[in-house]
């Protein structure tokens, strides 16, 4: 303040560290970057007086000091962060801004660390930026925080990838790049930086782990895709393999389709079932494709791998499975005694020496009950592999496997025909095979000939349906031809259940049967075509109970049963008593009722209800029920008469008799209802005006209730009415009643 010199000095928090100093003798400005917070200590005195801590002349200066801190743009780090173990976490595609190697108090923030945890496979990139120009260094360790994966510095920005990561938790570290030096800082170099990571993924999704074994094996379905990656590294282990098991259902060739994503070799094993036997490979870095034609059906092992330890791909990997159209054959049929009896006239299918486990199908052995009259043609054909070509097919004919064959034709043609002649009735063994072993076949052959015999079949007893649950049954008996029969149920016209072997030509049950319509066919051995035998129809259905008739008028009644839980709908039919032929009727749905209307007055009917049910066209009418009875009431009629109605009943029940009445009657406002004390229980009340139309209800009423309660009749025309009440037997009682004003 008086033009002396003055002299400042700033030290670190002991007070005895120098930091930094000046002197002027007007303005100065101080500076010490690259601080950390605490506190410092600052030192003022004259320029000349303080020598050796002592003042050696009178210098004096009035001042004036001021402090300014600048912060850099970036936020400082939470602390303690110096070691793996205190790493802070960077968030997923996220970023952090912090300060390494500020000083405070004799100390140096020397390093920095992150810890990132990666949800996928990919290419991790860690972005270093430096916010003060000065050189950085960033360093990526595996899981462990030793093992350096890779690093990078910068004065700027830069970019530090690593790729072929899998999923897990990495760490980093940040340093001065000149200050750091063999664990020791040289100078005083200082940042604040930022540090971001970014996560890239392959576009294929990863398989899922363990799968490093064919014990592991991932089940891949036939005709199906999936994505994977291999070899890829964490916490220095590397996922080597991929392992896929494949099903196949039938016989045929798989072609498996593999796809580097990356440009690196991809290497795909096919294996046996055994998961060793490699039967075929392939190696690429783009897309390419093998077959393995000739399988049987069973389960197979692929395996994926790198082609070198250091490649890691994602990778896609395709089996397309393709059948033969010719069916294979039932197996085991190695030998003559596990031939199957060809169907007469029909194409018979197989495979013969596919390969499943180790092993061929080396030969099909069929026979032919043959009941023709001396020509058999047999009709081969060759279906062409999936991959291309044929091989050789020979087929040999034996009348006893004991002897040697009695004909026999070998061809790499896709059709061909043996014909053989002057042959007697009786059994045919046909053996199939491959003319070279390391050859397969998918083949038909038909045996063409005129069929003689033909079974029949005859219901000997069936159940009478009483519930609607499967326990009934029905006896058939088979005849004529030649054991085994083979016989089919059939429900509503449609196969029920497997066809039956039936050994003999006895009696036999299908036991257990829902309701419905049956009938059965019959094969005898080796029988095909039309030539079956055919049994009558019968239907199981329960018989419904418990009829009643309700709510008769002069022209129509109301039908009720118990209804059957099984039924479709019902089948009801009536007549009027005496009359030799019954009308029919169907209900729309399950309802246990049915309104019969069109009836004639005074008349006495009788009805009877089945339960029915369709399906396929085809309708199932159970067993009618006993027979109920019921007469219609009389005819009504009037002539207009003032202001009334004019209505006067033709015949009218005696209330007595009824047991019903009302009073007063006639009445103009309301009627009080009387009833004999014989009426009780729950019952429905109705008043109908002689067209028919309801004009007052009361439904499911105690008769105690009723009995002494008034009807409200100001309201409606003058005339006379009917007032019914119905009991719960289907009993209707009848009363007159007349309105007038």
Not at 239 to 248: L, R, S
Not at 272 to 282: A, E, I, M, R, Y
Not at 516 to 533: I, P
């Amino acid at each position: 303040g008086n033009g002396e010199y003055l002299w400042a000095y700033l030290y670190d928090n002991n007070g005895t560290t120098l930091l930094t100093s000046g002197n002027t003798s007007t303005t100065t400005d101080i500076n010490a970057d690259g601080l950390a917070a605490g506190t410092y200590y600052i030192r003022i005195n004259s320029y000349y007086d303080y020598k050796n801590n002592n003042y050696t002349n009178n210098h004096f200066e009035p001042y004036t000091i001021a402090d300014s801190l600048f912060t850099p743009a970036m936020a400082n780090d939470i602390e303690p962060n110096d070691t793996k173990a205190t790493a802070l976490t960077l968030p997923r595609n996220g970023s952090k801004t912090g300060h390494v190697n500020y000083y405070y108090n004799n100390i140096r923030d020397s390093q920095d660390w992150y810890k990132v945890t990666t949800n996928a496979d990919g290419r991790l990139r860690l972005r270093l930026s430096s916010g003060n120009g000065e050189y950085l260094w960033a360093y990526l360790y595996d899981n462990n925080g030793t093992t350096l994966l890779t690093s990078g510095n910068t004065s700027t920005t830069t970019d530090i990838n690593a790729d072929g990561l899998a999923a897990g938790t990495y760490y980093i570290r940040i340093n001065s790049y000149y200050d750091y030096k063999n664990n020791n800082y040289t100078n005083n170099h200082f940042e604040p930086y930022t540090i971001a990571d970014s996560l890239f993924t392959p576009g294929q999704a990863n398989d899922a782990e363990p799968n490093n074994t064919s014990n592991q094996a991932i089940v891949m379905a036939p005709n199906s895709t999936m994505t994977g990656h291999v070899n890829y590294y964490y916490n220095n282990v590397k996922d080597t393999f991929d392992w896929y098991e494949i099903t196949i259902p039938d016989d045929g060739n798989i072609n498996i389709a593999i796809t580097s994503h990356n440009g690196q070799n991809i290497y795909a094993y096919f294996y046996d079932h055994d998961g060793s036997t490699q039967l075929n490979s392939k190696t690429t870095t783009g897309t390419d494709n093998f077959n393995i034609d000739g399988l049987q059906k069973g389960t197979y092992y692929l395996k994926l791998k790198t082609y070198y330890s250091s490649e890691f791909i994602p990778y896609t990997v395709t089996n397309t499975f393709t059948t033969y159209t010719n069916a294979t054959d039932t197996v085991p049929n190695d030998a003559p005694y596990q031939a199957l009896t060809m169907k007469a006239n029909q194409a018979t299918t197989g495979h013969v020496n596919f390969y499943y486990n180790g092993n061929r199908d080396v030969a099909d052995w069929l026979k032919i009950n043959y009941t023709g009259s001396g020509s058999l043609t047999l009709n081969l054909t060759q279906e062409a592999h999936i991959t291309g070509g044929n091989n050789n097919l020979s087929v040999y004919v034996y009348k006893d496997t004991l002897q040697s064959y009695i004909a026999s034709q070998t061809s790499t043609s896709s059709s061909w025909q043996m014909n053989l002649n002057s042959l007697t009735q009786g059994y045919y063994y046909i053996k199939v095979k491959t003319y070279y072993n390391s050859e397969f076949v998918s083949y038909t052959i038909e045996d063409v000939f005129t069929q003689v015999n033909v079974a029949k079949i005859s219901v000997t007893s069936y159940d009478t349906a009483s519930s609607c649950s499967s326990t009934n049954k029905i006896a058939f008996k088979p005849r004529k031809s030649q054991a085994p029969y083979t016989v089919q149920l059939y429900r509503f016209g449609v196969a029920y259940g497997a066809p039956l072997t039936i050994t003999n030509n006895h009696n036999f049950f299908f036991n257990n049967l829902p309701t419905g319509s049956y009938y059965a066919t019959v094969y005898g051995d080796g029988a095909s075509g039309t030539a079956f035998g055919k049994s009558t129809t019968i239907n199981l259905e329960p018989i419904p109970q418990n009829l009643t008739t309700t709510n008769i008028t002069n022209t129509q009644a109301k039908l009720n049963w118990n209804g059957v839980a099984c039924a479709g709908y019902y089948t009801i039919q009536y007549r009027v008593q005496g009359d030799p032929n019954w009308l029919k009727k169907k209900t729309k749905n399950t309802t246990p009722s049915f309104i019969l209307k069109g009836l004639t007055a005074n008349t006495t009917y009788e009805w009877q209800v089945a339960t029915s049910d369709s399906a396929n066209g085809i309708i199932a009418t159970g067993v009618y029920s006993s027979i109920a009875t019921f007469t219609t009431n009389a005819v009504f009629s009037g002539a207009n008469n003032g202001n009334e109605e004019g209505l006067q009943m033709k015949a009218i029940m005696n209330d007595d008799i009824n047991g019903i009445s009302v009073f007063p009657n006639p009445a103009s406002t309301q009627v009080k209802i009387q009833m004999s004390a014989k009426i009780t229980g729950t019952v429905d009340l109705l008043m109908k005006a002689m067209n028919g139309k309801v004009v007052w209800t009361a439904i499911h009423k105690d008769a105690a209730s009723i009995n002494g309660s008034t009807i409200n009749v100001g309201n409606l025309p003058s005339g006379i009415y009917m007032l019914q009440i119905i009991l719960q037997d289907g009993k209707v009682y009848t009363t007159k009643v007349v309105v007038t004003r």
